[in-house]
Structure formats: structure tokens, C-alpha cells
């Protein structure tokens, strides 16, 4: 899949939050979104997974030449889109395991019980997760544990196209080394990422392609995986006027 | 009628059919003294049953139209039919049962049920049961499960120590309309130390228009015993309306567990009034499943009466109203003896204009010692045109009651819209999602085909709310 932002500006509850972002991501590209807090990077990924509460002003999304901004978040997760939530939301009386049950079913229809169940099993337990399948949606959760099922329903998934925004917060190391490997183990010509961190750890692992740095709703700065190591030694505050 | 399909929909393919109206002995519209001669007589009742209902319908016509809960205001009483019997007899096997009715049921998918799952079906057609049966094993031990009539024939002593005795005629208009004018119903004794795994099941199907259903249900559970009674109720799509009107008593005996679970899906033209009490003696269990959805109005506030040391009460009700539909619902309990508990849950969703109330009653009279209860009501609403209220009335007398109450109103979240969308599901199979994970609580105490079939409801009621 191919990804291009086309000076994208969009606003939420009338307040101006992107103003003219423009970024392409081609097929089999791992990108890096860094950025100080309140930049934008999650209304990016809120409004690329389209979030009926944030407006395109101004711009366009591209999947592979065609303008994705009619669609809404199901049209775009049967294109391959998927995000995975900074803050992964609770939904009391649902199991994880329904949700997986429809959302695989939303791309195979013929999809028997059996096998979903063999391919959740699988994923699983490679995922340390198997606990959580019946219980309800991220409901009493940890942070950690969190995550982990936001990478589960990725790796099951399989989007052409992943958002990971903030994958790496709250883990520890040993989780983050887990969940990121799991990502890296999708990589090929037909998965590209944007991955949406604070941290360059996660991408000693992931290896991007390349990294842009947000502020104030543009992308001010472009450049290899280096560039991630510069912001680690000097901040934000050195690269960003 | 095209307004109709839409606040139905779903129910219409499923519920909506009717066939036609035929029948043996048929009531002229209205109500008066004759008239309820006239049913008293057809049935060849006691003396005692004809002069019962004709003190009810005193009673009925003095007492006023209540004027809180749901409007009552278009319910003209002349209009209706008040007996109606399509059938000679009641059968005992469902091919004895006439064919036009026997295909009603069939469409129900009640013949498969009963052999698939349960101890006993009582299914009633109009004011007639037409069908009764009870499985061999449980009827040698003792279990009776017939209709109420059949009751009051065979059965006149346990008939008369109880009938009346839980809802008196007196206690409100709708329950000594029942009194004067009751036609079926199932009767239920379980004798003591008797315990039936297996759910009893009676379905009521109103099929004419203009109709009155006023089944009336006696449950005794003696000293020990246990029993799970299931009641279904649906009406076809009819553009006027029907009323339903059922007084169940349910006496549960030192030791006793009974479970009556309901779900009623009316068509939207019903107006279902009706009044469910039940008396729970020392260490009895009492717990009432309600589950409501459709009608025009529902007035109906399952109530337990803890009348002895160490019972217990659940009430456990979901609510569901569409457009122009008022589920006005809720539970009352009624501590009369020390070291008693009861829980109350509800849940209630409302959809397209649709007004859920919840309405309560825990009352814990002073000197009644060490009552325990708790009582959640939990609304969801779908958009903003549609309206919750509760009012819940908490009448604590005694300082050692511990009391627990919360309630909650909630939109369906967009971020939990968003969640569940942005992983490939359409919005009305998620809204489907968080509607029944929200009445999962409930949902899980249904026996599993009653459950699919609610969640089947629901989703169709989800499709295409946004």
C-alpha cells in the first residue's frame, strides 16, 4: 500500500491541529513520527484511521492514488489500515475474543470458529496474552497488557499499513523488545509502518527507514534513523525552533 | 403501516405474521357483569371462581386509572375483546393441536424447543391454552404443570388456599381486571424436595386484533424444592392496539428456589400491564429474569416479598424501547423478616425516541434486623433523542440495613465506536457490540437458546440506527 498525505490540515472541535502535513509512505517502509507533546502525532493517526470528530480542512489521504477521506474507519480497516491505539479504549461486556471473532470475520466472511480459534491460539500465546481472550475489552488491563493486545489484533490482522502511536509507552523493556520484534517480524515489501513515538528505543528494534520530526502541526524536519539518536542527545528544543 | 415496519423492524419477518382470526366462543366487545357470567360459565367454574370475579370487576370499576407510570390515556376498555377460544380443548400432544395454530407455533420454533430443551410447554393462543404438556418422568414425582383452568378443576384445594392470595384483586386496577376476566395461564406445584433441572415453559401468542390476553400464573414451590419457569411472549404487527394484562403469584416455601424468567418481545401496538409478586418464606430463593422489549407501553415492577428469616431476592431486568415504545419497569422488594437479602439490577437501552424508566421500591421496615440489599440501575442511551429516568425509592426504617444503591445514564461512546470500527466492523455490528455487552450481565442467566435469541433481536434492532 501506498501512503500519501497531501498538505493535510485538519482541525478538532473547531481548533486547528494539522496545518498542511505532507508525507508519503510507499510499500514495504518503516516511518518515524517523533515530535514534543501536543504536536499532532495522534491526530494524525486518529484522522488517517478516520475518526469521524476530526475534520480534513484542507488536503487529501491517498491509498495507492485514490482519496480515502469518504471512507469511514471500516471502509479504511478493509483497505489494510490499522491503528493501534495509544490509549486502547474499554468496552465492558465484550470479550477480546468477539472482537477478534468479528473483525476477522469482516475480512474472511467464511471464516469457521475452528480456525479462528487455531489462529488466535497461535498469535497468543507467542504474545504472552492467552489470559486476556475472554475477558472483556481492556477492561482492568494494564497499560502493558494493553499493548500487547493492540499488537495481537495487528499481527492477526495483518493491515498492508500499520500506525503504531506509542506503542513503546508504559512497557519495559523486556515488553517493548517483545511487541517490537513481533512488528519486525511483519516487515516485508507488502507492510509498511508509521511508527508515533517519543523514544528512539523502539526504533533501535523496529529500524526505520526514515524519521520526521512534528511541531505545531507541520512536519518541520526529515531524515534517516540518525536523526532519532540527534534528538535523543540534544531534545526537541535544539532541532526545533 | 409503513411507519410501523420501520419501528419494528425485525420483528415484522419474524413476530409480525398473523393468520386468520377463527374461533369456538368468542366474548362481545366490552366489559360488564354479563360478560364476565358469560366466561365464568363457558369454563363450567365453581360458584365461588364466578362470584370472585364479579367482586374483582367491582373492584376494577372503582378503582381510578393510574395516573403515574406510562400514559394510560388511549386505553378504551369497551373496545376489547375479553375472551376469545380458538380451540375446543387443550391438547396434550401437538398433533391434536388445530393445524392453523399448531403452524403459529411451529413458526415460534416452540415444538423443537420442548424437545430439545425442556421439561415441560404450555403454549396459549388467545385466551385458550392449547397445548400443554409435561415431561412423564417429572409428572411421577409429583410436578403439576397445567393450565390455570385446568387448575381450578382438577386441583380445586392447592387452587383456593392460593390463588388471590400474593395480588388480592384489591391491590391495583389492572390486577383485579385480570381477577374478573383471567383465561389460562400455567399453574405450577412443585412438591417439596422436588427439584426440576429442566425449565417449564409456557409462550403466549395474542393473534386477533383488539384483543385482551389476561393469563394468570400461580407458582407454588413447596418446602425444598426447585424450578426454573421461562415465559415468551410475542403479537403480530397490527396498526391497533392489543392489551396484556397477566397477574403472576409465585409462592416459594421454606427451602424453595424458583427462577421465573420472561421475554417478552410485543409488537409495538400492546400496551402490557402487568403486575408479578412473589412471596419467599424462610431461606426461600426467589429470583425474577425480566426481560422487555417492544409494546407501546409496559408497566410491570416484579416484586418479592421476603417473608421469612434467611430468604433472598434477585431481580434481574433488561429494557429495551424503540421508537414510540415506554418501558416503564423496575422491581420492588419488600423485607418483612430479619437477616434477609435482595439484589436489583437493571439495565435498560433506548433508541430512536424510545423513554426507559426504571421504577423501584426497596422497602426495610424498622425492627426488621440486618437486611442486606443492593440495587444498580444502569441506562444506556443510543442518541439523543431518546429518554431514561429512574426513580428509585428507597424506604429504609431500620439502622442495622445495609443499603447499596448506584445508578448510571451512558451514551454509547464514539471513541468505543470508533475502537471496535477502526478494526473492520460495520457501525451497526458494533453498536450490536457494546448494546449487548451492556446487557451481558443478564443475557448469561438465560438459557443458552433464549439468549442467542435475544442477542438476535437486538442486533436487528441495531441495523441501520445510524
Wanted: aromatic share 8%; hydrophobic share 40%; charged share 25%.
Amino acid at each position: 500500500m501506498k501512503l500519501e498525505l497531501i498538505d493535510l490540515h485538519v482541525s478538532f472541535e473547531g481548533k486547528r491541529i494539522l496545518s498542511g502535513v505532507s508525507l508519503v509512505i510507499s510499500p514495504g517502509e518503516v516511518h518515524a513520527l517523533m515530535g514534543p507533546n501536543g504536536s499532532g502525532k495522534s491526530t494524525l493517526s486518529s484522522v488517517l484511521a478516520g475518526h469521524p470528530s476530526y475534520k480534513v480542512e484542507q488536503g487529501d489521504i491517498l491509498v495507492d492514488g485514490k482519496s480515502i477521506l469518504s471512507l469511514n474507519a471500516s471502509e479504511r480497516a478493509k483497505l489494510g489500515l490499522f491503528l493501534s491505539f495509544q490509549n486502547p479504549i474499554e468496552v465492558q461486556g465484550v470479550s477480546v475474543s468477539k472482537l477478534l471473532f468479528h473483525a476477522l470475520k469482516s475480512q474472511d466472511p467464511k471464516l469457521s470458529f475452528v480456525d479462528f480459534k487455531k489462529r488466535v491460539s497461535d498469535v497468543a500465546s507467542k504474545l504472552n496474552v492467552e489470559f486476556a481472550l475472554e475477558r472483556d475489552i481492556n477492561v482492568g488491563f494494564s497499560g502493558g497488557e494493553k499493548k500487547r493486545l493492540e499488537v495481537l489484533q495487528l499481527l492477526l490482522l495483518k493491515p498492508k499499513l500499520a500506525i503504531l502511536d506509542e506503542l513503546d509507552s508504559g512497557l519495559d523493556i523486556d515488553s517493548l523488545n517483545l511487541l517490537a520484534s513481533a512488528v519486525n517480524d511483519l516487515r516485508s515489501s507488502d507492510f509498511s509502518a508509521l511508527v508515533i513515538t517519543h523514544y528512539p528505543r523502539i526504533l533501535g528494534v523496529l529500524k526505520p527507514d526514515f524519521v520526521h520530526v512534528l511541531s505545531q502541526g507541520k512536519i518541520v524536519m526529515s531524515g534517516s534513523k540518525e536523526l532519532a539518536s540527534e534528538i535523543e542527545k540534544h531534545g526537541y528544543g535544539a532541532l526545533v525552533k | 403501516m409503513s411507519g410501523l415496519k420501520v419501528l419494528n423492524e425485525g420483528y415484522e419477518e419474524k413476530y409480525g405474521f398473523n393468520d386468520p382470526e377463527s374461533f369456538v366462543f368468542k366474548t362481545a366487545k366490552g366489559l360488564n357483569g354479563s360478560i364476565v357470567s358469560q366466561i365464568s360459565a363457558v369454563k363450567n367454574e365453581p360458584a365461588w371462581m364466578r362470584d370472585f370475579r364479579l367482586k374483582a370487576l367491582d373492584i376494577f370499576g372503582k378503582k381510578p386509572m393510574p395516573t403515574w407510570g406510562g400514559d394510560l390515556s388511549k386505553i378504551d376498555f369497551n373496545k376489547y375483546t375479553y375472551f376469545l377460544n380458538p380451540s375446543e380443548k387443550t391438547a396434550h400432544s401437538w398433533d391434536e393441536v388445530p393445524a392453523d395454530i399448531k403452524k403459529t407455533f411451529d413458526r415460534l420454533g416452540i415444538p423443537a424447543a420442548e424437545q430439545k430443551f425442556l421439561g415441560g410447554v404450555g403454549a396459549q393462543y388467545e385466551s385458550q391454552t392449547v397445548y400443554h404438556k409435561l415431561r412423564e418422568d417429572l409428572a411421577k414425582q409429583g410436578v403439576i404443570f397445567t393450565d390455570t383452568d385446568t387448575a381450578l378443576k382438577e386441583h380445586p384445594e392447592l387452587f383456593k388456599k392460593f390463588f388471590g392470595t400474593v395480588v388480592p384483586p384489591g391491590d391495583n386496577k389492572f390486577a383485579a381486571l385480570n381477577t374478573a376476566v383471567w383465561s389460562g395461564g400455567s399453574f405450577v406445584y412443585i412438591p417439596a424436595g422436588v427439584k426440576v433441572k429442566v425449565p417449564l415453559q409456557a409462550y403466549f401468542r395474542i393473534n386477533a386484533k383488539n384483543i385482551g390476553q389476561f393469563e394468570r400464573t400461580l407458582i407454588i414451590a413447596d418446602k425444598d424444592s426447585e424450578v426454573h419457569y421461562i415465559e415468551g411472549c410475542t403479537a403480530p404487527v397490527y396498526s391497533t392496539d392489543s392489551l396484556h394484562s397477566a397477574v403472576v403469584e409465585v409462592i416459594a416455601l421454606e427451602g424453595a428456589k424458583v427462577r421465573y424468567t420472561t421475554i417478552q418481545n410485543w409488537s409495538s401496538n400492546v400496551y402490557n400491564l402487568v403486575t408479578k409478586r412473589a412471596f419467599a418464606y424462610k431461606n426461600a430463593v426467589v429470583e425474577w429474569v425480566d426481560g422487555n422489549l417492544g409494546s407501546a407501553l409496559t408497566m410491570k415492577y416484579p416484586c418479592v416479598v421476603l417473608k421469612g428469616e434467611g430468604a433472598r431476592a434477585d431481580i434481574l431486568s433488561v429494557a429495551y424501547a424503540g421508537a414510540n415504545q415506554h418501558q416503564d419497569a423496575g422491581a420492588k422488594i419488600i423485607h418483612l423478616a430479619s437477616n434477609t437479602t435482595s439484589r436489583v439490577i437493571s439495565k435498560s437501552v433506548s433508541k430512536s425516541g424510545g423513554r426507559s424508566t426504571y421504577r423501584g421500591l426497596v422497602r426495610i421496615p424498622s425492627g426488621v434486623k440486618n437486611v442486606v440489599t443492593s440495587v444498580r440501575c444502569d441506562a444506556l442511551l443510543l442518541d439523543s433523542k431518546s429518554r431514561s429516568d429512574t426513580y428509585p425509592s428507597m424506604k429504609v426504617e431500620e439502622p442495622s440495613a445495609t443499603v447499596a444503591h448506584e445508578a448510571s445514564v451512558g451514551r454509547v461512546g464514539e471513541e468505543q465506536l470508533f475502537y471496535l470500527t477502526s478494526r473492520g466492523l460495520s457501525k451497526s455490528e458494533a453498536l450490536s457490540l457494546i448494546v449487548l455487552g451492556f446487557i451481558a450481565e443478564f443475557t448469561k442467566e438465560l438459557p443458552m437458546e433464549y439468549s442467542v435469541e435475544l442477542n438476535k433481536l437486538i442486533s436487528l434492532e441495531m441495523e441501520g440506527a445510524l
